[in-house]
């Protein structure tokens, strides 16, 4: 008992550590905190999927390409400029003169080294794998960067990989099993990761040798919370100072506060059901358990019939986000977005759910439940949402009672993050799935989320599929939009992969949120959206947000404390005292939020 208590007020300690500078401290750094309710998947950038993951992989690393802060069309990074052949299947990139954050130069051999890897490393394919799979060769020669396409490649300009230093990764001996907990991070961004914590808090410092200019602050701290009401607790008392992806109540929450700016534009994402058609590994074998009335695209258009997207809006949503009548591209890409209309729009009717569905000849029993054609299981189905989300509860209860009126009945399936991705992502033990993703400014990536070769290998490696599709119109769409290099045609192709994806229903577009932040204006001076016209800060599609964000000052210094700060460090050792009082130490993963994946 004795050890407990010492242990315990060793704890309490925590806030005075020497290192945790206060307020009042002059040599206090500049120090910006961000709240965040999902946990980094892996700080590996070749397996990593999750937005937050994402985000902070923009900070650390360089791309051949990054959005223009004002257009969001592609612009130079680390390849200062490029030329295409006429036959569009050569493009040769000259790689800036920089440094990597050890001191060594950055060269064209890294980029080479980065693709080259995923073309012959299935584990190394997890993140981003879709991205090379039309590169036939990559090749290196000083600062000039060769990529040989099979065939012309549309998108090229909006690479999503992160170029690696050759010189450390080369080392590494198993890409699939490698968590890259090592720091500080070499990297060619912004900011150096020098410090993570598993679902606690990744520490990033000012890069000073970054070819664009030093960050304005010298250290970000990304701070990881269980929930959105913790986290609006943290925004509130100042542990943290700004908070992203919000959800509507928490959002409301923030008004009164005159410290806290209220951010709401336009968002990145579109959330939709997943649905288990059927699904299969990349050699076509079964996996999974899906429930076989689903393999039946009736059964999924039945269900989107039965679907009040209007209601979800402004009672789910609380009106803070649009229905989505067919794209799963948002419409803030007026270019790529799609939307159905007249006899193909799917609106909310029962009355044709039940219609679609006796016609099919699924029959209700006494129950109201309806079986199988041949009799052999009733339409009972899993929906599997994130724990600890009030959210997706809220939307559980409300698909629940709209199915029940077609004769569905549909269980609630809560599963912890990490759990959710396996089985929506890998293992295909599930029926319905919540899930959603944060569109590019390309759509390319997430519409590769829905291809034959996203699937997960026999052995579960590999994948980055969003739903298991594997369907020869869209594989045929998605290639033929790949080699058109006029934009607005391209576009047209695009819309017709969408289409197919609305009608043959491997998911279900819900609706697209708004992007709701908010931040502490007593902390943050000037922080710029990306796009710069109303755009996004946390989770943009870019780093300058938070390249170019500038800390409160006084009397020139700064305002906030250096460190973890003592709200934060309390916050940590009262879950670890907790722990310990129950007799155990657990560390829990953070819940991911519907649309948790990048």
């Not at 250290?219 to 959800?247: C, H, M, T, W």
């Not at 780093?543 to 250096?562: I, N, R």
């Amino acid at each position: 008992m004795r050890k407990l208590l010492a242990l315990l007020a060793a704890l309490c300690l925590l806030a005075a550590v020497p290192g945790t500078a206060s307020a009042a401290d002059p040599a206090a750094k500049k120090v910006i905190k961000i709240g965040v309710t999902q946990s980094v998947d892996s700080m590996n950038p070749f397996l990593a999927v999750r937005l937050v993951t994402g985000s902070i992989q923009r900070l650390i690393y360089g791309f051949l390409t990054v959005p223009d802060s004002k257009t969001l069309q592609p612009s130079p990074d680390l390849a200062e400029s490029w030329t295409t052949s006429p036959d569009g299947l050569t493009w040769t990139f000259k790689i800036r003169e920089a440094k990597w954050s050890d001191g060594q130069p950055i060269t064209a051999a890294d980029a080479a080294w980065t693709f080259n890897k995923m073309m012959t490393d299935d584990g190394a394919k997890t993140g981003n794998g879709p991205a090379v799979e039309n590169f036939e060769s990559v090749t290196a020669n000083g600062q000039e960067l060769t990529i040989k396409l099979k065939a012309p490649q549309a998108s090229m300009l909006d690479n999503p990989v992160p170029i690696m230093p050759k010189h450390v990764w080369e080392k590494v001996p198993n890409i699939a099993e490698y968590d890259a907990e090592v720091y500080p991070a070499v990297g060619s961004g912004p900011y150096v990761a020098v410090e993570h914590k598993k679902d606690q808090f990744v520490r990033l410092e000012a890069n000073p040798d970054y070819w664009r200019g030093r960050p304005k602050v010298d250290e970000l701290q990304v701070i990881f919370y269980d929930n959105p009401a913790a986290s609006i607790v943290g925004l509130k008392k100042g542990d943290i100072d700004l908070i992203g992806r919000l959800n509507p109540p928490d959002f409301e929450s923030l008004k009164g506060d005159e410290n806290i700016v209220q951010w709401n534009t336009q968002g990145r994402r579109a959330t939709y059901l997943q649905i288990n058609h059927g699904a299969t590994t990349s050699d076509n074998k079964p996996i999974g358990d899906g429930h076989p009335a689903l393999t039946d695209p009736k059964v999924r258009t039945a269900l989107h019939y039965a679907i009040d997207k209007q209601k979800l809006v402004d009672e789910v949503q609380g009106g803070l986000a649009k229905p989505a009548d067919g794209s799963i591209v948002p419409p803030l890409y007026k270019d790529f977005f799609w939307e159905a209309s007249g006899d193909q729009k799917i609106s909310f009717d029962p009355a044709k759910a039940n219609q679609i569905l006796d016609e099919a000849g699924y029959k209700k029993g006494a129950d109201g439940i309806r079986t199988m054609p041949d009799g052999s299981r009733k339409l009972q189905f899993r929906f599997s949402i994130h724990t600890d989300t009030p959210i997706e509860d809220k939307l559980s209860e409300y698909l629940t009672g709209w199915l029940k009126e077609v004769g569905i009945q549909l269980t609630t399936k809560r599963l912890d993050s990490s759990k959710f991705t396996e089985e929506t992502g890998t293992t295909a033990l599930f029926d319905i799935a919540i899930s959603g993703w944060s569109v590019n400014p390309d759509p390319e990536e997430v519409l590769a989320t829905h291809l034959c070769s996203r699937r997960p290998t026999a052995s579960g490696q590999g994948g980055g599929t969003e739903s298991f599709y594997c369907d020869p119109t869209y594989e045929s769409l998605y290639k033929e939009q790949q080699k058109e290099l006029d934009r607005g045609k391209r576009a047209e192709i695009i819309k017709k992969m969408e289409e197919r994806l609305y009608t043959d229903a491997p998911v279900i577009a819900l609706y697209y949120p708004n992007d709701l932040e908010g931040y502490r204006k007593d902390r943050i001076a000037s922080i710029t959206p990306i796009p710069e016209d109303k755009g996004l800060l946390y989770g943009g599609s870019g780093y300058w947000p938070f390249y170019t964000v500038e800390a409160v000052t006084k009397d020139g210094e700064t305002a906030e404390s250096g460190g973890l700060g003592g709200g934060a460090i309390t916050g940590i050792a009262a879950v670890v005292v907790v722990a310990l009082i129950g007799g155990f130490l657990v560390l829990r993963r953070r819940q991911g939020a519907a649309d948790e994946r990048e």
